[in-house]
């Protein structure tokens, strides 16, 4: 599992396996949970998008402001041959989400599905999985909402969301693992986890509110 904190696993991956692969879930299974969170207009950022189908089937839906990173410079260039007819607003950027490259406030919304995970698995990985959220709260807007999917439970996952550095309001929401298949990976960890995935939804600049 140390290996998905590291880019050259994924380099060597991607170009091994260039078929679309989706971790954990398919739009279908959270398309409820994103048109409640965001709607066709909002600048949605997909953070370590791979070559999932997620971004593609939102864009069918009406989501077709999607900006998505990758730190595999494999899969990047892969992904924007691909879907070089979609537009200038769906489009596919190497960068590290460690560090991104977006002004402060560029995006209403922003997914990561496993990524966060897949950096939990790797060296540093607490003080990686800071920067990625840090960054993510960074380049949202008021209100701005990161969306993250996880097999974390909540009393593993909330400790990195709720600091007292971020004015996150988090909401978890639980959805139903698909049926295993060729199309879903499901890591060790997963297969023990319950029955469900977790949907953190963080809405930024909500915590004090949300206390009252």
Request: glycine share 6%.
């Amino acid at each position: 599992m140390s290996q998905y904190g590291k880019a050259e696993y994924w380099e060597e991956r991607y170009t091994r396996d260039p078929e679309p692969f989706d971790w954990y879930q398919r739009f279908a299974g959270i398309k409820d949970l994103v048109q409640a969170c965001f709607t066709p207009e909002s600048k949605i950022l997909n953070i370590g998008a791979g070559n999932s189908r997620l971004s593609e089937e939102m864009f069918d839906e009406g989501y077709q402001n999607i900006t998505n990173i990758d730190i595999s410079h494999v899969v990047t260039k892969a992904m924007q041959e691909k879907y070089k007819d979609k537009g200038p607003n769906f489009k596919y950027l190497h960068m590290d989400a460690r560090a991104m490259e977006f002004e402060d406030g560029s995006f209403d919304g922003a997914i990561d599905k496993g990524t966060l995970d897949a950096i939990l698995c790797g060296e540093s990985s607490s003080s990686n999985a800071q920067k990625v959220i840090q960054e993510v709260h960074r380049v949202l807007g008021p209100k701005g909402v990161y969306f993250a999917i996880s097999y974390g439970l909540p009393e593993h996952r909330l400790q990195y969301f709720e600091k007292p550095e971020y004015d996150w309001n988090v909401i978890v929401k639980q959805v139903h693992k698909p049926t295993i298949s060729t199309s879903i990976a499901i890591t060790n960890e997963d297969k023990d986890a319950p029955n469900v995935h977790y949907i953190y939804i963080c809405t930024k600049g909500q915590q004090k509110a949300a206390k009252q």
